[in-house]
C-alpha cells in the first residue's frame, strides 16, 4: 500500500518539496522493513503546525523536527483485526529539518530522508527515549536503514545507450546524406554514451542496411540492434553480429514501438531467434511491459537481458498513474533480475522521468533516443543560427 504524503506547508513553502520523491523513498523503507502491504501517512507541516501537535499530544510546548502517532497506540482491541493495515502518522517539521540540514551540512533531502526513518521506526516500536541501550538500538537501524536505501545500488552505475534513429529520420526527410547516424553515434560516444541503439525497420523509414554496416565498424562501444522477429532482418543482424540483439514487436502503420512484445503468444517464433543468435554468440534482449508473466517466459526461453517498457510509466497523464507504473516497473525489474535475467529499460524517458527509472537497482541501461535528439535539436539551433548568419552576412562579391 504505497504511502500518502499530505503537504499542510503554507502556500509559500509547498513548491519547495518533491512530495513524491519522499512517497518513494518510504514505499523503499516499508519495502526493506518488510512492511509494504501497510499504509503509512506523511504529513509535511511548519514549526507552529508542529508545536501545537507536541503540546496538544505530549505535553511538550516547543518545537521539534518528527512526530510518530502509531495507528493501533490507544486503540480498541477490535481495531487490531481490521483489514486494513495501517501504521500510522509521521508528522516532519520542513522548518525545522531545513535548519537541521544547514547545522549538520547536509541537504534538506537527507535530512528528511533521516527523519522519516526516525519516525517509522518509532511507528514499528523503537524508542531512543527509553533507555541508553533502546537509544544505541534505534541509532544502528537508523543507520543500515539509510545506507541500505542510499546504497542499494552500490557503485554501480547505471549506463545510458543513445538511439540514433532520429538523425536517420531528419536525414530520410530529404533523403540526401546528411546528418549521419554513423557520425551522430561517435559524437555520442565521445560524450560518454555507454552503448548506441539503432532500430533497422522493415519499412526502412529511418536507419538504413549501410548505417548498421558502417556502424558495426565506427562504434567503440556496444551496438544495440533493435529489430523485428524478421527473417530479412534476422539474416542482416546475423551478417552484422551486433553487440546485442533487443526484439521488439514492430508494425508496420505505427509511429514507434507501441508495446512490449507478447511473448505468451509466440514463444516458439522468439525462442528460435533467441537460438540462433546465441548460436552465433549474440546474446539477446526482450523488449517487454512490465508484467511478471512476460517476464517469466523470457527467462523459460533463455533471454540474456529483458528491457522493460517504460512508455505507459512516461506517458502517464497524473501523477497517481506515473507513480502506479513505476511500482509495476520497479517489481518487474526485482522480478527478472531474480528470476536471473540482466535488466535495461527505455521508451518515452526524458529529462523529468529518467532518473528514478536509472536509480532502480536492477536497471543496467537505459536506452534513451527521442528526447535527447530533440533537445540536440534545440540546444544546437543558437549555434547553426550563429555559423549560418556568419557566412551570409559577411559574404562579399569576390571577383
Ligand atoms: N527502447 C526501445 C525498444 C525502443 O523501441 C525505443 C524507441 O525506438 C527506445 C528504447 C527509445 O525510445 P525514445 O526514443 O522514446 O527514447
Known amino acids: 500500500m504505497p504511502t500518502t504524503i499530505t503537504n499542510l506547508l503554507p502556500a509559500s513553502g509547498k513548491g519547495f518539496f518533491d512530495t513524491r520523491r519522499y512517497t ?13 502491504e501497510y499504509g503509512l501517512s506523511v504529513v509535511l507541516v511548519d514549526d507552529q503546525r508542529i508545536q501545537a501537535l507536541n503540546r496538544q499530544y505530549r505535553n511538550r510546548d516547543s518545537t521539534t523536527n518528527v512526530l510518530s502517532f502509531p495507528f493501533n497506540e490507544g486503540a480498541q482491541a477490535a481495531l487490531a483485526g481490521l483489514p486494513v493495515q495501517e501504521l500510522g502518522d509521521i508528522f516532519i517539521s520542513l522548518e525545522t529539518a531545513a535548519r537541521e540540514a544547514q547545522t549538520l551540512g547536509c541537504s534538506v533531502r ?21 533507555s541508553s541501550e533502546d537509544h544505541r538500538i534505534m541509532a544502528e537501524k537508523e543507520q543500515e536503514l539509510l545506507s541500505r536505501i542510499n546504497d542499494r545500488r552500490g557503485n554501480i552505475m547505471t549506463r545510458l545507450a543513445i538511439n540514433v534513429d532520429h538523425i536517420a529520420t531528419i536525414r530520410q526527410a530529404r533523403g540526401i546524406s546528411e546528418p549521419d547516424p ?29 548505417d548498421v554496416f558502417l556502424l558495426r565498424e565506427t562504434i567503440k562501444t556496444k551496438m544495440n540492434l533493435e529489430m523485428g522477429a524478421n527473417e530479412e532482418i534476422i539474416k542482416i543482424a546475423l551478417e552484422v553480429g551486433p553487440d546485442l540483439v533487443t526484439l521488439v514487436p514492430e508494425k508496420r502503420q505505427e509511429l514507434t514501438t507501441e508495446g512490449g512484445l507478447d511473448l505468451l ?9 533467441i537460438d540462433t543468435m546465441q548460436s552465433s554468440a549474440i546474446p539477446v534482449s526482450l523488449f517487454l511491459d512490465p508484467e511478471p508473466k512476460q517476464i517469466a517466459a523470457a527467462a523459460e526461453l533463455g533471454a540474456t537481458f529483458v528491457e522493460l517498457h517504460t512508455g505507459r510509466y512516461a506517458d502517464a497523464a497524473t501523477d497517481q498513474e506515473q507513480d502506479e507504473e513505476f511500482l509495476l516497473l520497479e517489481s518487474a525489474a526485482d522480478y527478472a533480475l531474480s528470476l536471473g535475467l540482466r535488466v535495461n529499460a527505455g521508451h518515452g524517458l526524458n529529462y523529468q522521468n529518467a532518473a528514478d527509472i536509472a536509480a532502480l537497482e536492477a536497471v543496467e541501461e537505459l536506452s534513451i533516443g527521442h528526447a535527447i535528439i530533440a533537445r540536440a535539436a534545440l540546444s544546437g539551433l543558437e549555434k547553426a543560427v550563429r555559423d549560418m548568419r556568419e557566412i551570409v552576412e559577411t559574404a562579399v562579391f569576390d571577383l
Open 24 to 36: 518513494r523513498v518510504a514505499d523503499r523503507l516499508l519495502k526493506e522493513l518488510g512492511a509494504f
Open 110 to 130: 537527507q535530512r528528511v530522508s533521516w527523519l522519516l526513518v526516525h519516525g517509522l521506526l518509532h511507528l514499528l516500536g523503537y524508542d531512543h527515549e527509553r
Open 182 to 210: 554513423v557520425a551522430a553515434a561517435a559524437i555520442c560516444e565521445l560524450a560518454g554514451a555507454a552503448g548506441i541503439v539503432v532500430h533497422l525497420r522493415e519499412d526502412r523509414r529511418h536507419i538504413q542496411d549501410r
Open 265 to 273: 503468444a509466440q514463444k516458439e517464433k522468439i525462442g528460435k531467434v
